[in-house]
């Protein structure tokens, strides 16, 4: 899955070690969120090569990029749903914490107040699915032979029915 985070300072750009907007899309390739929050800021950053620190959670990354959009922007492949399940728990239970906007079942189950780690990770897996791309256990964190999974649309002649082929 993919985290945008908003961490950078907006006049420079450079990273200010707070985070007041996450986006979560189902793959570096989906054209659209899956849940837009903001929020008063929390601590956000990079430890090592493979963690973010979010507040009090930390989530194993495969891959980090600055200024992704514009430079007020970051994002980070986060490969176990596990992980941004936990996250949303944490930002859910925090009252400096909103939706903004997002998939239907998401925003409801956002609104809703009540879910628990593992609805999340049953609505983003399935979210996942309509993508049509794998989704890591949520019982175990991803081994390195699935942090390597790539996935190629195919794309047919009239634009419709396309499907994709993950590997």
Not at 17 to 27: H, K, M, Q, T, V
Not at 49 to 58: A, K, P, T, Y
């Amino acid at each position: 899955m993919l985290l945008k985070l908003r961490c950078n300072d907006p006049a420079n750009g450079i990273h200010t070690g707070r985070c007041d907007g996450i986006e979560i899309f189902a793959s570096e390739k989906h054209p659209d969120a899956l849940l837009e929050l903001h929020g008063t800021a929390w601590r956000c950053h990079r430890e090592e090569v493979s963690w973010l620190i979010f507040g009090r959670q930390r989530l194993l990354i495969r891959r980090y990029k600055a200024w992704v959009g514009n430079w007020c922007w970051d994002a980070a492949i986060v490969p176990a749903v596990f992980d941004i399940a936990n996250l949303l728990v944490a930002l859910q239970r925090s009252p400096y914490w909103d939706v903004e906007s997002g998939d239907s079942k998401l925003f409801d189950t956002w609104h809703a107040r009540a879910a628990k780690r593992q609805t999340w990770e049953r609505l983003l897996s399935e979210a996942m699915k309509a993508d049509q791309c794998p989704s890591t256990s949520r019982s175990h964190r991803p081994r390195p032979e699935d942090l390597r999974v790539q996935c190629f649309p195919e794309v047919h002649d009239d634009h419709t029915n396309s499907v994709t082929h993950c590997q």
